[in-house]
């Protein structure tokens, strides 16, 4: 008498597969947002760092010199202890009235020219605004806040 007997599975079924396809591709659609906004917030604290080291050293040349002259760029960024305007991420500028800006070039995970400016108030010191809000923080607020942060120093 012949018995049939089961043969031992060897391997996944085509639905086990999919399934597994399928919940890749769940967590996938969660990560990748969350990604991107993570590299966006860590480039943009990484240009507000650049910035606010330059703060100290623009203050000591606005004490000694009362502004900054748009003529004088180069000299103010090499004073300033800035090797070059530009960095993978941006590039840095002083403006006559009194203001250092980043601006972010396309190919960063910031949008292409959102800036991060510091400007020097004779009264309040200086106050930084940023134009995107993904970058914002506590002391650099998005620009047009009624409730900008000083940060005088």
Request: charged share 25%.
């Given at each position: 008498m012949k018995t049939n007997q089961l043969k031992k599975q060897k391997g996944f079924t085509l639905i086990e597969l999919m399934i597994v396809v399928a919940i890749i591709g769940v967590l996938s659609a969660i990560a990748v947002p969350a990604y991107k906004d993570y590299v966006k917030k860590s480039e943009?604290?990484?240009a507000l760092a650049t910035m606010k080291s330059l703060?100290?050293?623009a203050e000591l040349w606005y004490?000694?010199?009362g502004s900054f002259k748009k003529d004088s760029e180069t000299e103010i960024l090499k004073n300033l202890g800035v090797k070059s305007?530009?960095?993978p991420l941006?590039?840095?500028e002083v403006e006559a009235d009194n203001?250092?800006?980043f601006t972010f070039?396309?190919?960063?995970?910031?949008?292409?020219?959102t800036k991060i400016t510091y400007t020097r108030e004779a009264e309040a010191g200086w106050k930084c605004a940023v134009s995107d809000e993904v970058i914002k923080t506590t002391s650099c607020p998005k620009?047009?806040?009624a409730n900008q942060a000083s940060n005088a120093q």
């Amino acid at each position: 008498m012949k018995t049939n007997q089961l043969k031992k599975q060897k391997g996944f079924t085509l639905i086990e597969l999919m399934i597994v396809v399928a919940i890749i591709g769940v967590l996938s659609a969660i990560a990748v947002p969350a990604y991107k906004d993570y590299v966006k917030k860590s480039e943009g604290a990484t240009a507000l760092a650049t910035m606010k080291s330059l703060i100290t050293s623009a203050e000591l040349w606005y004490q000694e010199k009362g502004s900054f002259k748009k003529d004088s760029e180069t000299e103010i960024l090499k004073n300033l202890g800035v090797k070059s305007d530009t960095s993978p991420l941006g590039k840095i500028e002083v403006e006559a009235d009194n203001k250092l800006t980043f601006t972010f070039k396309e190919g960063s995970a910031v949008p292409k020219d959102t800036k991060i400016t510091y400007t020097r108030e004779a009264e309040a010191g200086w106050k930084c605004a940023v134009s995107d809000e993904v970058i914002k923080t506590t002391s650099c607020p998005k620009a047009g806040n009624a409730n900008q942060a000083s940060n005088a120093q």
